[in-house]
T-cell receptor
Framework: EAQVTQNPRYLITVTGKKLTVTCSQN?????MSWYRQDPGLGLRQIYY???????DKGDVPEGYKVSRKEKRNFPLILESPSPNQTSLYFC??????????FGEGSRLTVL | AQRVTQPEKLLSVFKGAPVELKCNYS??????LFWYVQYSRQRLQLLLR??SRESIKGFTADLNKGETSFHLKKPFAQEEDSAMYYC?????????????FGRGTSLIVHP
């Protein structure tokens, strides 16, 4: 089954404690991206990757890092989380133009 | 630059009433337009794309290049249509295909 898998689905952490949200896709897609979803602000792109070892900033990259060492994986790293990074995060991979497959989301709370 | 505007944050209708979720875009090239839907506590999923000219779950959307709009319509709303709807635009050519999302419209269908 074609899918995008994120982990963890839910996480509560404290300010400054590094965390990683993993994302994996099994569709051999080159393009992957991370979004955060906040009430009233919709979906905002954090980072995207066009292929292995090729990443670029989206609209709200501050406080985040990513890596793309393998085609299937695209982890999101919060080196020093802060409360304003409390959000719902979605990973996506892209088939054709604009056709995104989303993960189930990771709800992060930073205390 | 590409931009997608969904002017309504919230749309509230009664079951059986017609629904129109508005989407306007700006893009200098040839766009591909999409509607994504997110049901409560579920991942975002592609609802329909303009090039398919299809009707999904009773929803249709027509690309109006003169008015630069891609409104989503359904003649008779159902309670199960209650969800968050996002309009998205992707360049049809040029290589990047990175989609841009609107801020979303929350549709509530009352019994």
């Amino acid at each position: 089954e074609a899918q995008v898998t994120q982990n963890p689905r839910y996480l509560i952490t404290v300010t400054g404690k590094k965390l990683t949200v993993t994302c994996s896709q099994n569709m051999n897609h080159e393009y992957m991206s991370w979004y955060r979803q906040d009430p009233g602000l919709g979906l905002r792109q954090i980072y995207y990757s066009m292929n292995v070892e090729v990443t670029d900033k989206g609209d709200v990259p501050e406080g985040y890092k990513v890596s793309r060492k393998e085609k299937r994986n695209f982890p999101l790293i919060l080196e020093s989380p802060s409360p304003n990074q409390t959000s719902l995060y979605f990973c996506a991979s892209q088939g054709g133009p604009g056709e995104l497959f989303f993960g189930e989301g990771s709800r992060l709370t930073v205390l | 630059a590409q931009r997608v505007t969904q002017p309504e944050k919230l749309l509230s209708v009664f079951k059986g009433a017609p629904v129109e979720l508005k989407c306007n875009y700006s893009y200098s090239g040839s766009p591909e337009l999409f509607w994504y839907v997110q049901y409560s506590r579920q991942r975002l999923q592609l609802l329909l794309r303009h090039i398919s000219r299809e009707s999904i779950k009773g929803f249709t959307a027509d690309l109006n290049k003169g008015e630069t709009s891609f409104h989503l319509k359904k003649p008779f709303a159902q309670e199960e249509d209650s969800a968050m709807y996002y309009c998205a635009l992707s360049p049809a050519s040029g290589g990047s295909y990175i989609p841009t999302f609107g801020r979303g419209t929350s549709l509530i269908v009352h019994p």
